[in-house]
């Protein structure tokens, strides 16, 4: 059987197009600040406000596909509360408005996910892919 591997640019520009293609075709929408959006599920119950606590599911990603960080095939969600300072601006901005169950795909620029200290497989300038899954508000 005969495999074929991809190079490291050709890996990149399948991503690019993707992306652009996602945007293209209306799914992916912008807010204000620069956060590109795109709800891929939505939820039920009350929408997520400033100040409560939620369990989220998540998975971190360069645009180029390569995994930062994951929760999402786990059983622990991640508790956060919403505007305060345990996220950054690009979750906390995503997380305002979900429901419970809701899928969230964002596109996150620099600006929205600096931090102060950074892990070392996250660099400090690169916009970030993050899906979220809102599991519970508490």
Same mark, same amino acid.
């Given at each position: 059987m005969?495999?074929t591997?991809?190079s490291s640019p050709?890996v ?5 197009? #993707?992306?652009l293609?996602?945007?293209s +075709?209306g799914?992916m929408?912008?807010?204000?600040s *620069?956060? =590109?959006?795109?709800i891929? @599920?939505?939820?039920n ?11 989220l599911?998540?998975t971190t990603s ?7 960080y994951?929760n ?8 956060v #509360?919403i505007?305060?300072n345990?996220? +950054?601006?690009a ?5 305002? *408005?979900? =429901?419970e169950?809701e899928? @969230?795909?964002i596109i996150?620029?620099p600006y929205l996910?600096k931090?102060?200290e ?8 690169s916009?970030?892919v ?6 519970k508000?508490l």
């Amino acid at each position: 059987m005969h495999k074929t591997h991809l190079s490291s640019p050709t890996v990149k520009l399948l991503a690019l197009a #993707l992306l652009l293609l996602s945007c293209s +075709t209306g799914k992916m929408k912008q807010s204000p600040s *620069g956060l =590109q959006y795109s709800i891929l @599920k939505k939820g039920n119950g009350p929408k997520a406000k400033t100040g409560q606590e939620i369990l989220l599911f998540e998975t971190t990603s360069y645009r180029t596909g390569q995994v930062l960080y994951s929760n999402e095939n786990t059983t622990t969600p991640v508790k956060v #509360l919403i505007g305060g300072n345990q996220a +950054t601006k690009a979750v906390d901005e995503a997380l305002l *408005g979900m =429901q419970e169950g809701e899928i @969230k795909q964002i596109i996150a620029p620099p600006y929205l996910v600096k931090r102060k200290e950074y892990p070392s497989n996250v660099h400090p300038d690169s916009a970030l892919v993050i899906k979220m899954i809102l599991h519970k508000i508490l």
